[in-house]
């Protein structure tokens, strides 16, 4: 059984910095990528970054050049920093696991963590 578990969000004012970290345990096999979403309040969930499991990496446009995505294989852990963080960026993130077998894909969440942009 898949389990992530984030950690790093906070408090931070316009333009600070804050690095997400996802730490997983469990299955590491036929993983399609791993990601990181975010979802505001009234809002719905919005994938930010990810990475394919050939290292590949996506981000959303709203972040692009702000956000980088990365991955320690050794620790089973994925990152994402996030610099010149503005308010519209409030919102809990959760990180995500993609894998794909026998033809079925399946999506594993964490539980989130907040992260809130504010002066």
């Known amino acids: 059984q898949v389990q992530l578990v984030e950690s790093g969000g906070g408090l931070v004012q316009p333009g600070g910095s804050l690095r997400l970290a996802c730490a997983a345990s469990?299955?590491?096999?036929?993983?399609?990528?791993m990601g990181w979403y975010r979802e505001a309040p009234g809002k719905q969930r919005e994938l930010v970054a990810a990475?394919?499991?050939?290292?590949?990496?996506s981000y959303a446009d709203s972040v692009n050049g702000r956000c980088t995505i990365s991955r320690d294989n050794a620790k089973n852990t994925v990152h994402l920093q996030m610099d010149n963080l503005q308010p519209e960026g409030t919102a809990v993130y959760y990180c995500?696991?993609?894998?794909?077998?026998?033809?079925?894909?399946?999506?594993?969440w964490g539980q989130g963590t907040q992260v809130t942009v504010s002066s």
């Open positions: 469990g299955m590491r096999y036929n993983i399609k990528a």
């Open positions: 995500n696991r993609r894998t794909c077998g026998s033809g079925v894909t399946t999506d594993s």
């Open positions: 990475i394919e499991s050939g290292g590949s990496t």
